[in-house]
């Protein structure tokens, strides 16, 4: 069984167009997040969401927008797409929030949006 | 403010020869220290991570890093590297006084292992 799963893997779009990744995970993990990984491969969190609630929200461009209609999947959908939204996006889960315990974070395969 | 370096962007190694990937880190107050592996069109997997307590820290697949204060540096190393240790790696720095478990990763190295 897969522990945390997105997709599509890949995503090929047009400047201007709205589309969604989802996210699943079965660990029993209470926090997900999204990253996103440029062509330089440097990771950057986006999101953070703990039992359905936003905690972390980096600066993003309001025109992504993360939807957790329940604690196994955090969903990120994207507006008005632009050329450098192109990326590897991925998905994480770790069992909490941490405070003075350091969760490992569990990652999923990634998707690869292409914006042309 | 927390952040990550990784100086090197490629390492090269002779299978069977010992490796060394470097990081150092700054935060604020103490660190929690991670490693992870990507293998290529794979996600992150998590290979060790220090918490405290003893310096040197034992992971997956033969792999350990080593704390060091002083330096402010968590090197990954192994003794004998294999072909299938070729990847990129990543180091990430959480600063323990934050509530969230917002991970600061390094720019990567990747790995090659030559036969």
């Known amino acids: 069984d897969t522990a945390v799963s997105q997709t599509p893997k890949y995503l090929v779009t047009q400047m201007g167009n709205d589309k969604s990744i989802k996210c699943e995970q079965n660990?029993?993990?209470?926090?997900m997040y999204w990253y996103k990984q440029d062509s330089k491969k440097f990771l950057k969190i986006m999101f953070s969401y703990n039992n359905k609630e936003l905690i972390i929200n980096e600066t993003v461009p309001n025109r992504f927008s993360p939807k957790s209609p329940d604690k196994a999947h955090l969903n990120l959908h994207i507006n008005s797409l632009e050329l450098g939204d192109s990326a590897v996006y991925f998905c994480?889960?770790?069992?909490?929030?941490?405070?003075?315990?350091?969760?490992?974070?569990?990652f999923g395969p990634g998707t690869r949006l292409t914006v042309t | 403010a927390q952040s990550v370096a990784q100086p090197e962007d490629q390492v090269n190694v002779a299978e069977g020869n010992p490796l060394t990937v470097k990081c150092t880190y700054s935060v604020s107050g103490n660190p929690y220290l991670f490693w992870y592996v990507q293998y290529p069109n794979r996600g992150l997997q998590f290979l060790l991570k220090y918490i405290t307590g003893d310096n040197l820290v034992k992971g997956s697949y033969g792999f350990e890093a080593e704390f060091n204060k002083s330096q402010t540096s968590f090197h990954l190393k192994k003794p004998s590297a294999l072909v299938s240790d070729s990847a990129l790696y990543f180091c990430a720095v959480r600063d323990r006084q934050t509530g969230a478990n917002n991970l600061f990763f390094g720019t990567g190295t990747r790995l090659t292992v030559i036969p």
């Open positions: 994480a889960s770790s069992p909490g929030l941490a405070g003075g315990v350091a969760y490992e974070q569990y």
């Open positions: 660990l029993g993990h209470d926090t």
